[in-house]
C-alpha cells in the first residue's frame, strides 16, 4: 500500500487529518519543519499522538528547502498516489510583520510541493489548503467560488490566492489532478494558539483580560475541526478527471453560518464558567469584517455536510484545553 504524504502534519489541521486517515486504514507519512511561529512543544504533542501508531512515519524537513525535500521523499514518490498538502506560514496579522516568511512557505513551498507531485509518476491528486482569505473584505455574502478573488487585504491572503493560480497553471499544463480548499476559520481541540479562541479560552480561565477587536461585531463563520476534516477526506476521495483541459477544482470549507466574535466570547464564557474581562481594540490592519462559507458546491460534489455548531465546539475545546493545560 502507498503511503499518503501529509504537509504540515504536526500542525492542526494536518495532525487531524493524520489521524483520519489511519483510522480508516491508510499509510501516511507526515512532513513537518515544526517552526517556531507558536510553541513547537504543542506540535511535539500532537505528534507524540501517533508514537506506536502502525501506518504513521514522520520526517522533520522544511518544503521551503527543495533539496531537502528531494531527499526525504526519494524512497516513496515512486509509489505516491496522493499528496494533502497542508503546510504553510500561517496568521494574517504576521504576515504584516514578517512578510519573507510567507514568501518562503507559501509561494517557494507550494511551488515546490507542485514539483514533487509532478515527479511523482503515480500520482493521482494533489488536495492542498487555500483560505477564505482569498475572498478579501468583499462585501458580498455568502462568499462563492466564481466571486472575484483578486483584492487580498493581507499578504497571508495574497500567497494564498497565488497558490491556487500556480496549482491551475500546473493543472493545465502537465495534467496534474488538484483540489483547493479554502478553509474558514478552523477550530476545535489541539488548535492553534495564535487564535482567537484559543486565546480567549487561555485567559478567562486565567482571569486575565482578552482583546476584543472592533467591539466583538466582526463575523466569522467559525468551522468546527471534525467537519474540516471530513471535507478534506471527501475531497481526496473524489479527484477531478485527469483527461480535462484543466483537472483543477475549489472548494469552500466553512460552515455555513457566521457568527459575532461577541458570540464567540459568550460561548467561551459559558464553557469555562467564567466571565471574560474584555478590553475593546480598534480592528487591526488585515482583518476584514465577516467570513461567510457558499458551501452549496461542497454540499453537491462532495457531500459535505457540517455538523458542530459552535457552542458545543467550543465546549469540546474547552475540555480539551483544561486538560492539555492542567487548569
Not at 73 to 96: E, F, K, M
Not at 165 to 177: D, N, Q
Request: aromatic share 10%; hydrophobic share 45%.
Amino acid at each position: 500500500m502507498s503511503e499518503i504524504i501529509v504537509t504540515g502534519a504536526a500542525g492542526f489541521i494536518g495532525s487531524h487529518v493524520a489521524r483520519a486517515l489511519l483510522a480508516r486504514g491508510e499509510q501516511v507519512l507526515g512532513l513537518d519543519n515544526l517552526n517556531a511561529y507558536y510553541d513547537p512543544a504543542l506540535k511535539r504533542a500532537r505528534l507524540a499522538q501517533f508514537e506506536g501508531r502502525n501506518g504513521f512515519r514522520f520526517r522533520e524537513v522544511d518544503i521551503a528547502e527543495p533539496a531537502l525535500l528531494q531527499e526525504a521523499l526519494a524512497d516513496c514518490l515512486p509509489q505516491t498516489r496522493h499528496i494533502i498538502h497542508l503546510a504553510a506560514q500561517a496568521g494574517v496579522r504576521y504576515s504584516i510583520e514578517k512578510p519573507a516568511e510567507y514568501a518562503r512557505a507559501n509561494l517557494g513551498g507550494h511551488f515546490n510541493m507542485l514539483e514533487i507531485a509532478r515527479q511523482a509518476p503515480n500520482l493521482q491528486h494533489l488536495v492542498y489548503a487555500s483560505s477564505s482569505s482569498v475572498y478579501g473584505a468583499s462585501k458580498k455574502v455568502p462568499f462563492a467560488l466564481d466571486d472575484p478573488a483578486d483584492h487580498p487585504v493581507s499578504l497571508y491572503a495574497a500567497t494564498k490566492r497565488a497558490d491556487e493560480l500556480m496549482s491551475v497553471s500546473y493543472a493545465r499544463i502537465f495534467k496534474l489532478p488538484q483540489t483547493g480548499l479554502r478553509f474558514f476559520t478552523v477550530y476545535g481541540p489541539w488548535g492553534r494558539p495564535d487564535m482567537a479562541y484559543y486565546k480567549f479560552t487561555d485567559a478567562v480561565l486565567k482571569g486575565t483580560p482578552i482583546e476584543v477587536y472592533g467591539g466583538g461585531a466582526l463575523r466569522r463563520d467559525f468551522t468546527f475541526i471534525d467537519d474540516i476534516v471530513a471535507g478534506v477526506l471527501a475531497a481526496l476521495d473524489r479527484p477531478p478527471d485527469p483527461a480535462q483541459e484543466e483537472p483543477h477544482r475549489l472548494f469552500n470549507l466553512g460552515n455555513d453560518h457566521p457568527e459575532t466574535v461577541s458570540a464567540l466570547v459568550t460561548a467561551v464564557e459559558a464553557a469555562c464558567g467564567k466571565q471574560a474581562i474584555r478590553i475593546d481594540k480598534p480592528m487591526p490592519l488585515g482583518d476584514v469584517p465577516q467570513t461567510w462559507a457558499d458551501i452549496s458546491v461542497s454540499r453537491r460534489d462532495l457531500g459535505y455536510a457540517p455538523k458542530v455548531e459552535l457552542a458545543e465546539g467550543i465546549a469540546r475545546f474547552v475540555a480539551w484545553y483544561r486538560d492539555y493545560a492542567r487548569i
